[in-house]
C-alpha cells in the first residue's frame, strides 16, 4: 500500500492550506485514515483521524474547530482542510491507514512520506 501527500506549502498565519492523501489500496473503504504531524525536534503527534465508512473524525484539542478531515472512498483520497493556520502549526504532515480509528500513532499500519506545511508569522 503506498499513500502520498499533497497540499502542504508556505502560508501566511491566518491562512488556510488543503492537504491530500491518496492511497493505493482497493482496500481503501475499510481502513481508517489517520493524520499526524512532526516538528523538528518534536515527536510525531495526532492530529486527526477518520472512520472507514461512516466519516466521523476526532481531532486533537490543538486543531478542533480550526481543521476539518473529510474522505472520499469512490477516489482513495483523504482531505485535511486547515484553517486559521498558527506558526505552531509548522510541521511535516504525514497520513495513515489502520484498521481501528485511534489517536495512537503505533496503530497504524501504513504511512506516507509526508508533506511540509510552514506558517510564517
Known amino acids: 500500500v503506498q499513500l502520498q501527500a499533497s497540499g502542504g506549502g508556505l502560508v501566511q498565519a491566518g491562512g488556510s492550506l488543503r492537504l491530500s492523501c491518496a492511497a493505493s489500496?482497493?482496500?481503501?473503504?475499510?481502513?481508517?485514515v489517520g493524520w499526524f504531524r512532526q516538528a523538528p525536534g518534536k515527536e510525531r503527534e495526532f492530529v486527526a483521524v477518520?472512520?472507514?465508512?461512516?466519516?466521523?473524525?476526532d481531532y486533537a484539542d490543538s486543531v478542533k474547530g480550526r481543521f476539518t478531515m473529510s474522505r472520499d472512498n469512490v477516489k482513495n483520497t483523504v482531505f485535511l482542510q486547515m484553517n486559521s493556520l498558527k506558526s505552531e502549526d509548522t510541521a511535516v504532515y504525514l497520513c495513515?491507514?489502520?484498521?481501528?480509528?485511534?489517536?495512537?500513532?503505533?496503530?497504524?499500519?501504513?504511512w506516507g512520506q509526508g508533506t511540509q506545511v510552514t506558517v510564517s508569522s
Open positions: 495513515a491507514l489502520g484498521s481501528v480509528p485511534t489517536r495512537s500513532l503505533g496503530r497504524y499500519r501504513y
Open positions: 489500496t482497493r482496500a481503501f473503504s475499510s481502513y481508517a
Open positions: 477518520i472512520t472507514p465508512t461512516d466519516g466521523i473524525t
